[in-house]
């Protein structure tokens, strides 16, 4: 499986971003049994857990750091999962990457992922 991320840029405090993230190299009904997630890493940091969404585009994780600013959403049809991002604040800066595991029902794990895009960079300035 090979994941691609798209839609990063620079962004002033407060504005918004989506990124995006598609997956090949599987079919649909494969993806679907996919958990996706997003990741980050800033500059001199490890990479942290962003958001995840399971099988079940209800069942859905945030880091509590981008908790009501952050949305994640699938289309399975498409193989994509989005990351909307509102509110986005400086700190918010990084390499943010996508991320696959396929998964058991509604399992929606943060951590031990198989599968990893390349990653795309958001800059927010203050």
């Known amino acids: 499986v090979q994941l691609q991320a798209s839609g990063g840029g620079l962004v002033q405090a407060g504005g918004s971003l989506r990124l995006s993230c598609a997956a090949s190299?599987?079919?649909?009904?494969?993806?679907?049994?996919?958990?996706m997630a997003w990741f980050r890493q800033a500059p001199g940091k490890e990479r942290e857990f962003v958001s995840t969404?399971?099988?079940?585009?209800?069942?859905?994780l945030y880091a509590d750091s981008v908790k009501g600013r952050f949305t994640i959403s699938r289309d399975n049809a498409k193989k994509t999962v989005y990351l909307q991002m509102n509110s986005l604040k400086p700190e918010d800066t990084a390499v943010y990457y996508c991320?696959?595991?396929?998964?058991?029902?509604?399992?929606?794990?943060?951590?031990?992922?198989?599968?990893w895009g390349q990653g795309t960079q958001v800059t927010v300035s203050s």
């Open positions: 969404v399971g099988r079940s585009a209800g069942s859905t």
């Open positions: 190299g599987a079919s649909g009904g494969t993806f679907s049994r996919f958990a």
């Open positions: 991320a696959a595991k396929p998964v058991i029902l509604s399992h929606v794990p943060t951590t031990l992922y198989d599968y």
